[in-house]
């Protein structure tokens, strides 16, 4: 998981609130990306951004709003408009050049 | 559309024994393959990924896939598993748009390693 940070771990909120997930990483990688992990369903692209200030939708981005505003940092908004928020979040992020992506250690939102 | 099929939800297998994940793949063109492996509430780490070259490739502990371009497969190996193999692996395949490069995943095979 080593220079890519999310926080916090474990994350409780009422259902009706928006709530932003942090992802930061120091590998000064350009691409980034957020996924949804949900039990047997494998993972699924929210949003990916290949460099500052662009950003693109991916398969599942309903409910969902991100921002890059700097290399390093790429944070998730779980809106209220996300009918199903309760899962596990992964960031990752790719270097300029190279096809593989190194991946975050995960934040677990839980709305009630 | 570019995607990878992992058929087994479960893998078991005997410590010391050879295990196998399977995973195939259908794309248009030539495919760019991954293998991650997760342990429980933790990221995906990455274990080995096939660009080009050798069909057999080789990845982080003791680890190796093999390319079968006619089965269209990217089967994760090892020789000799240990009880500390037991996660949940993933394959992914490398998806380009307009836009960038993102990942396709499988739905993911646990690997249950036993002593």
């Known amino acids: 998981d080593g220079g890519i940070t999310q926080s916090p771990k474990y994350l409780f909120r009422k259902e009706g609130q928006n709530v932003t997930l942090s992802c930061e990483q120091n590998l000064n990688h350009d691409a980034m990306y957020w996924y949804r992990q949900d039990p047997g369903q494998g993972l699924r692209l929210i949003y990916y951004?290949?460099?500052?200030?662009?950003?693109q939708k991916g398969d599942i981005a309903e409910g969902y709003s991100v921002s890059r505003e700097k290399k390093e940092s790429f944070p998730l908004t779980v809106t209220s408009a996300q009918k199903n928020p309760t899962a596990f979040y992964l960031c990752?992020?790719?270097?300029?050049?190279?096809?593989?992506?190194?991946f975050g250690p995960g934040t677990r939102l839980t709305v009630t | 559309a570019q995607s990878v099929a992992q058929p087994e939800d479960q893998v078991n297998v005997a410590e010391g024994n050879p295990l196998t994940v399977k995973c195939t793949y259908s794309v248009s063109g030539n495919p760019y393959l991954f293998w991650y492996v997760q342990y429980p509430n933790r990221g995906l780490q990455f274990l080995l990924k096939y660009i080009t070259g050798d069909n057999l490739v080789k990845g982080s502990y003791g680890f190796e896939a093999e390319f079968n371009k006619s089965q269209t497969s990217f089967h994760l190996k090892k020789p000799s598993a240990l009880v500390s193999d037991s996660a949940l692996y993933f394959c992914a395949v490398r998806v380009e748009s307009n836009s960038g490069y993102a990942l396709n995943f499988g739905k993911g095979t646990s690997l249950l390693v036993t002593p």
């Open positions: 951004s290949q460099i500052v200030n662009d950003f």
């Open positions: 990752a992020s790719r270097g300029l050049g190279h096809y593989e992506q190194y």
